[in-house]
C-alpha cells in the first residue's frame, strides 16, 4: 500500500491549478446553487483538474479552540480492529466526537469518524498515517476540516 504523507507548505510553493482548486470548493461552499462546472470557470480551472485534486487539497487553517476532521475508511470486518483504530486516536489524543459504522458487506465496513483536535493532540499527518497502516484498513480519506 502507498503511504500518504501530508506537508505544510507556504502558498507561493504551491502550484496554481490546486490554489484554484481550493477557490473552487470555497466557492462552492459559499454558494449552495453554484455548479461546479460554474466554479471551475469562475476561477479558470477544468472539471477534471478540480475532481483530479479537489480531495487531495484543503486549506489549512489554525483554530484556537482546535478543528474538527471526519475521515472515512474501509476496513475488514475482523474483531478488534475497530477498538484498535479507536486507541490510535486516543494515544495521539483527539477527542471521538462521532462514530457510524456500516453494516460490513463482503467482509468490509465502511467507518466515518469526527474528531476534535485538541492543543495536546499530536500530528495528525501521523495519526492517520499510523491508521493507515494498520493490517486490515484498505482506504482512508479525509472528508472535511473544520
Not at 469518524?113 to 486490515?136: F, H, K, N
Amino acid at each position: 500500500m502507498e503511504e500518504n504523507k501530508y506537508y505544510v507548505v507556504k502558498e507561493k510553493a504551491v502550484p496554481e491549478v490546486l490554489l484554484k482548486v481550493v477557490e473552487a470548493k470555497h466557492l462552492l461552499d459559499i454558494y449552495k446553487n453554484m455548479t461546479i462546472q460554474e466554479a471551475t470557470d469562475k476561477v479558470g480551472i477544468s472539471r477534471s483538474s478540480f475532481y483530479k485534486y479537489k480531495d487531495d487539497i484543503f486549506q489549512f487553517k489554525d483554530n484556537v479552540r482546535g478543528k474538527n476532521v471526519t475521515f472515512v475508511l474501509q476496513m475488514d470486518d475482523v474483531p478488534g480492529l475497530l477498538s484498535v483504530v479507536l486507541k490510535r486516536i486516543a494515544d495521539y489524543t483527539a477527542n471521538i466526537l462521532t462514530i457510524h459504522q456500516t453494516i460490513p458487506v463482503n467482509g468490509v465496513a465502511t467507518l466515518t469518524l469526527s474528531i476534535e483536535v485538541l492543543p495536546q493532540t499530536g500530528d495528525v499527518a501521523d495519526m492517520v498515517s499510523d491508521i493507515e497502516a494498520l493490517e486490515g484498513i484498505h482506504d482512508l480519506r479525509i472528508l472535511a476540516r473544520e
